[in-house]
C-alpha cells in the first residue's frame, strides 16, 4: 500500500512509497482503510524532534476510515463500520482511568515503541502508535472509534484531534464563564476550535492572537470579538480589560515564550490554559513571588482535559445542530502524493487544517 514516510527526525520532506504494509494483526486488534486524515502541527513537531518519536515513521494521527477486518475478541466491530482513531484510547482499569482521567491513561503510549508498518527496507512505526498518513493501519481496537453513517470521513477525522483538543480545553479544562474575557494565542485549527468553544460558553470577548493574517481573518469568522497579531496585543488587553487581563488566557502554540506572554496577559486570579505540545527542553520560568501573589490558574490541557469518548459524541452533536463549524476548518484538500505541498502550507500558516484524502 502506499504511505508517507519521514526516514530520518529532522527532515521536513516526506517520501510518498507503495511498498510499506501495515502489520501487527491478530486478537484485539483492527484493520482500518484510512480514508482522511488529517495535518496536525503535531506531526511537524514529530518531524523536527521536538516531539519524541522513533523514525523512520509514519506520521498522522488525526483519521477517520472503515473497519476492513476485525480480530479475534473484538466484538463491538465489523468490517465496514465507520470509525474516527484515537490516538490516545483508555484502558478503563489503570488509576487514570479509575479516577475518571481517562486523557490521562498511558495504555496507548504504551503500543508507541511497537512498528506499525514493514518495507524491504526494515521496520516503520506510526506517529503516536498510529501512523495515519497511510492507506490502512493496524491498531489496537480502543483505538477505533464508532461514528455515525452521517458523519463525512473528512469531518470525522477533524474530531480525532484537534477539535477534541480544542474544544475541550474550553469546554472541559477551563469550563469558560458566560460574560467572561478570553483570549487564544495561536489560531490554527485547535486555535479555532479553542474560539468556537468560548463563543459556545458566551464568552462576552474573544481575542483572537495570530501573526498570520489569514488566521487572524478566520478567527473572526469562527467567533472571536477582535483578531490582533502579537505585537497589538498588549494594546488589546489595556483596550479589553483596562489592562488588568484576560479572565481565560489559552497557550496553543506551545513555546515558553508565548507562554509566558500568555501567563503576563491573565489578570490576577485569572485562568491560563496550556494547550499547545511543546519540547521537552523548553522550560516556562515564573518566580515564586508571582505564582503565589497572583494566584493565576495554570492548567494544561491534554487532549481535551476530559473523557475523549464523551468529547468525540458531544462534538457531533453541536455540529450536527449548527452549533459547530467543522466542514470550515477545512481550508485545502490534496490527494497523499501532494503531501508535502501540505506539510509546506502548515509551516507557512495559510492552511487552518488541510485534508488528505486517501
Not at 504511505?3 to 527532515?11: I, K, N, P, R
Not at 501487527?24 to 486524515?37: C, D, E, L, N, Y
Not at 465507520?82 to 491513561?105: D, E, K, M
Request: proline content about 4%; charged content about 20%; aromatic content about 6%.
Amino acid at each position: 500500500m502506499r504511505a508517507a514516510v519521514l526516514h530520518e527526525t529532522g527532515q521536513d520532506k516526506l517520501e510518498v512509497l507503495d511498498d510499506v504494509e501495515a502489520v501487527g494483526f491478530g486478537p484485539g486488534k483492527v484493520r482500518i482503510r484510512v480514508r482522511a486524515t488529517g495535518l496536525c502541527h503535531s506531526d511537524l513537531s514529530a518531524m523536527s524532534g521536538v516531539l519524541p518519536q522513533p523514525a523512520p515513521f509514519v506520521p498522522g494521527h488525526e483519521g477517520a476510515g472503515e473497519i476492513l477486518e476485525a480480530g479475534e475478541g473484538v466484538g463491538h466491530l465489523k468490517a465496514g463500520d465507520r470509525v474516527v482513531v484515537c490516538w490516545l484510547p483508555a484502558c478503563g482499569t489503570c488509576p487514570s482511568c479509575r479516577r475518571g482521567q481517562t486523557q490521562l491513561c498511558l495504555a496507548g503510549f504504551m503500543n508507541a515503541g511497537t512498528p506499525n508498518f514493514r518495507r524491504p527496507g526494515g521496520e516503520v512505526f506510526g506517529f503516536a502508535g498510529t501512523g495515519t498518513f497511510a492507506e490502512e493501519v493496524v491498531v489496537d481496537a480502543g483505538c477505533a472509534v464508532p461514528v455515525p453513517d452521517d458523519v463525512p470521513f473528512d469531518i470525522a477525522a477533524l474530531i480525532g484531534c484537534g477539535v477534541t483538543t480544542g474544544l475541550g480545553a474550553a469546554l472541559n479544562t477551563a469550563d469558560v464563564e458566560a460574560g467572561s474575557s478570553v483570549a487564544v494565542i495561536g489560531c490554527g485549527g485547535v486555535g479555532i476550535s479553542v474560539i468556537q468553544g468560548a463563543r459556545l460558553r458566551g464568552a462576552a470577548e474573544i481575542v483572537a492572537v495570530d501573526p498570520v493574517v489569514s488566521r487572524r481573518e478566520a478567527a473572526l469568522r469562527f467567533g472571536a470579538t477582535k483578531a490582533v497579531s502579537p505585537d497589538e496585543l498588549a494594546d488589546a488587553k489595556q483596550q479589553i480589560t483596562a489592562g488588568e487581563g484576560f479572565d481565560y488566557v489559552f497557550e496553543v502554540v506551545g513555546r515558553s515564550a508565548t507562554a509566558r506572554t500568555a501567563y503576563d496577559t491573565t489578570r490576577r486570579g485569572g485562568t491560563l490554559v496550556v494547550v499547545g505540545a511543546g519540547a521537552m527542553d523548553d522550560v516556562l520560568q515564573l518566580t515564586m513571588f508571582e505564582l503565589f501573589f497572583d494566584e493565576k490558574r495554570i492548567l494544561p490541557s491534554l487532549y481535551g482535559g476530559g473523557d475523549v469518548l464523551r468529547s468525540y459524541e458531544r462534538a457531533i452533536a453541536l455540529w450536527r445542530a449548527g452549533r459547530l463549524d467543522l466542514a470550515g476548518l477545512i481550508t485545502h484538500r490534496v490527494p497523499l502524493a501532494d503531501i508535502n505541498e501540505a506539510l509546506d502550507q502548515m509551516r507557512t500558516g495559510t492552511a487552518l487544517r488541510t485534508c488528505i484524502e486517501l
